[in-house]
């Protein structure tokens, strides 16, 4: 069965620190992952996509398909950061997409 | 440029009512979907719709019930609310095509069942 599971529930660092944010997947097939954030008082919206292999506000994840991870990283935190974040997979057309339990990140100054 | 559109964003219910949460899309996206999201276990899907007149369920379809008469439209009907499905309620549209699409969220749809 798909499974997405995000192990941390709440990860708190400075301005500054380097932070990652981990997902790791179970699925048969070919993955398609994403990362979502949802900023206080805002939308969920779409952070990055495996498939773009971008980088989004300083933020890179890169598909581990031998550990079946997918881990969000950026090298300087900042306040601004601070959010729900959620790792997902596309498993079926139609945007249908198994999301992670979301962990929460703090940025303290 | 609305987007997706939910009403309303807030909800409070006894045990036994039942109600509708609305959503629309202004986007001619396809795809449609209602999530619901609760403290330690993400967000999780109830429904979701791949064209008008289409619908299947999700992972927690129970208790729930959708139609999509229009592309546009994709309301969520609790049937008999029970205190389980107090929750916060996001509907979320995609465009056809390819494997998952980037899907554009409500504001979210907050319901408590007493």
């Known amino acids: 069965a798909q499974r997405v599971t995000q192990p941390e529930k709440l990860l708190s660092v400075f301005k500054g620190a380097p932070v990652e944010l981990k997902c790791n997947y179970s699925?048969?097939?070919?993955?398609?992952l994403f990362w979502y954030v949802q900023y206080s008082r805002q939308r969920l919206q779409l952070l990055l996509r495996h498939i773009s292999r971008e980088s989004i506000k300083g933020f890179t994840a890169d598909l581990n398909k031998g550990e079946t991870s997918f881990h969000l990283k950026k090298p300087f935190a900042q306040e601004e950061d601070s959010a729900m974040y959620y790792c997902a997979l596309a498993y079926n057309q139609g945007g249908k997409l198994i999301f992670g339990q979301g962990t929460e990140l703090s940025v303290k100054p | 440029n609305a987007g997706v559109t939910q009403t309303p964003k807030f909800q409070v219910l006894k045990t036994g009512q039942s109600m509708t949460l609305q959503c629309a899309q202004d986007?001619?996206?396809?795809?449609m979907s209602w999530y619901r999201q609760d403290p330690g276990m993400g967000l999780r899907l109830i429904h979701y719709?791949?064209?008008?007149?289409?619908?299947d369920q999700g992972e927690v379809p129970n208790g729930y019930n959708v139609s999509r008469s229009t592309t546009e439209d994709f309301p969520l009907r609790l049937l008999s609310a029970a205190p389980s499905q107090t929750s916060v309620y996001f509907c979320a549209s995609s465009a056809a095509g390819g494997l998952g699409g980037e899907l554009f969220f409500g504001e979210g749809s907050r319901l408590t069942v007493l």
């Open positions: 699925y048969s097939g070919s993955p398609e």
């Open positions: 719709s791949v064209g008008a007149g289409i619908t």
């Open positions: 986007m001619n996206h396809e795809y």
